[in-house]
């Protein structure tokens, strides 16, 4: 805790609340003050589960509410910063109608201090007892105005007319058509959109027959239910400890042939790029950047204990890996000195020294796109939209309902 903070045995929620507030300030995620006066309002800890303690409810994380049968959160409260900022980053203001896919309460309570008595919120969720939790904590915190519906997300909520936000706290991995139908013309979708596995928190304004993202951040959401649930494909490499995921259907795999390849020699090949972790969002950015090749690609997650010797990705829940049919490549980082990480690449099966050396190529561009201060253009597209080439790289996320492009500027390689 902050220094001069209260232990939980004798922290009130009032001054849990001031030192949260202070905190998402001093981290740039506060910056407008209405929204430091609904952090400031918002009884947080009622909307936790019972017997969470002050202290927990008002950590700067995320407390999960309700968990399905195999113990993965199906609802949760989101942790501070990302409420902060999905609220700012839609540009709330008094009198603004909102609607917010997934419920819990927490967050539609913040909404409602923001937009005030002139405003309006609708919380929309597919479980029944979510619904009824949301609806009990609201009326217990002070806030009967806000609506909550039980109802499948994917469809919005149309009765009540048009929106002048609408903020999607589930990861999704497409746009349902009607979030933007019941868009206003100058409103905000702010969405977590799952882009081969990496889920960015989108702030998008409309633009003529498309959307284009002004604000992106890396987060994590419970995953959406009901007819936008899109599951990203699992494959196991050594049971549940070596785990592969693949989340486009460009990328395929032959599991048996992967499974093999671990059984070869590991090719591992060091990059001349370093890493000082002072460098914010370098590592976020450099993900994305891998899975914006036009190539099969996937996410390894590993058990580091099970795998030791096997396995060591730079990340073990979320590690980029370049794929042929038969090989894989990952990403590794190991300490160079006192303040510098050292990028690198582990590889297997027949193609793993071609893979490893692709892998550092990129490494290499990404380094310089990152110091250049490039960054990607994201836009969303629906379906069958055919987009003009241009020499920019720039990958094509097609799902139902929408075609994702991420582009990149051109640097000079």
Known sequence: MAPGSRTSETLTAED???????????QGWI????????FTAVPRHLFAPAGTSIE???????VVTRRGADGKATSSISAPWLQAYMVETAGLRPGARVLEIGSGGCNAALIAEVVGPA?????????????????RALARAGYPQVKVVHADGVHGHPADGLWDAVLVTVEASDLPPAWTDQLSPAGRLVAPLRMRGNTRCLTLQPAGDHLVATASVQCGFVAMQGHGRNPARQVPLRGDDAVLTLDDDTTTANAEALRAALDGPRVEVPSPVTLDMSMGTYLESLHLWLASQPRPYGVLRVDRDRTAGLLDPQDRFFCPT???NDSLAY??????????????????GPQATRLTSDLMELIAAWDQQYRAGAGPDITVHPA???????ERLRLLVPRRHTLTAITWPETNR
């Open 331 to 348: 990403l590794t980082m190991r300490r160079h000195d006192t303040t510098t990480w050292q990028f690198g690449g582990h590889g297997f």
């Open 56 to 62: 927990t409810a008002y950590a700067n994380d995320v």
């Open 384 to 390: 069958g939209t055919r987009l003009p080439d241009t």
């Open 16 to 26: 849990a609340r001031r030192q949260l507030v202070e905190q998402l300030r001093s």
């Open 322 to 324: 370049l794929l042929t």
């Open 31 to 38: 910056t407008r003050p209405e929204v430091a006066a609904a």
């Open 119 to 135: 405003g309006a919120v609708v919380s929309v969720d597919i479980d029944v007892q979510v619904v009824t939790h949301a609806q």
